[in-house]
Each structure stands twice: as structure tokens, then as C-alpha cells.
């Protein structure tokens, strides 16, 4: 394992270990599922996983929702995410929790995430550069 990525400084509860072999490095694509909560509330906010319902104009709409493509290190997601995310063999799947200053901080997102909170993720790694676990 890269020494770089072995140590990570967020609180980390593995559910189930990885191949302990394959960790993933910047500028390559991973597959992941996720289920981000708020800590206060336990509310789930965003996720990868299920099914959920939405309304549209007065329509309902079912989406099925399919593992995040990424690529780790581009700046699109939260820093605590990315850092989960070098941390963690594929296969494994691990709770991390994150702080405001390495999640969305004073701003928040939108209505959803409240400014300074702390989120507690569930990340499952499914593949690294087309590579999947079994």
C-alpha cells in the first residue's frame, strides 16, 4: 500500500474489509456507493443506494439510484470524501465521520446540509479504473 494513503485521520468504522491489496490513488476513476446523514439528526441527505420517489411538477418520478462514478483528486467532491475514499481497499466497506471544515463548512449545501455540520458517510469502494471487487 502507498504510505501516502495508508493513514487516515478520520474517525473510521470498517463494515467489511477490501482485498487489503488495491487503494486508490489521484487521477484515478472509482466506483463507489455512499449514504451521507447529517450527524444531528441522523437524516440521510444524499445516496447511491435504493430507490427513492421525487415529485416533478405535479408528476411522480421513481428514480433507482446506481453507484458515484468519480475520479479521485479532481475537486468534485468534499475533501473528508476524498480522504475516506484514498483510505479505504477495494471491496471494503466503511462509516467515516466527517467535520464541517472538511465537509461543506460555514456555507452548507443548499437546504439540505446545514452550515457546520458534521455528516456521517457509509462508502462502499466497487472498482478502481474498471476493476471491481467480488
Not at 20 to 25: A, I, L, S, T, Y
Not at 55 to 78: A, D, M
Request: net charge negative; glycine share 10%; aromatic share 6%.
Amino acid at each position: 500500500m502507498d504510505p501516502a494513503y495508508s493513514a487516515c485521520p478520520l474517525p473510521k468504522i470498517p463494515e467489511k474489509t477490501g482485498d487489503g491489496e488495491h487503494f486508490p490513488k489521484p487521477g484515478e476513476k472509482l466506483s463507489v456507493h455512499f449514504t451521507c446523514a447529517l450527524v444531528t439528526t441522523g437524516e440521510t441527505v444524499d445516496s447511491s443506494r435504493g430507490e427513492h420517489v421525487t415529485s416533478q411538477n405535479g408528476i411522480t418520478v421513481r428514480k433507482t439510484k446506481h453507484p458515484l462514478e468519480l475520479t479521485l483528486g479532481s475537486s468534485e467532491n468534499i475533501k473528508g470524501f476524498e480522504i475516506a475514499l484514498a483510505s479505504m481497499s477495494l471491496g471494503e466497506r466503511s462509516s467515516f465521520r466527517i467535520p464541517a471544515e472538511l465537509g461543506y463548512g460555514s456555507k452548507g449545501k443548499g437546504t439540505a446540509i446545514p452550515p457546520d455540520a458534521e455528516l456521517d458517510f457509509d462508502i462502499e469502494l466497487l472498482g478502481i479504473n474498471q476493476m471491481y471487487s467480488k
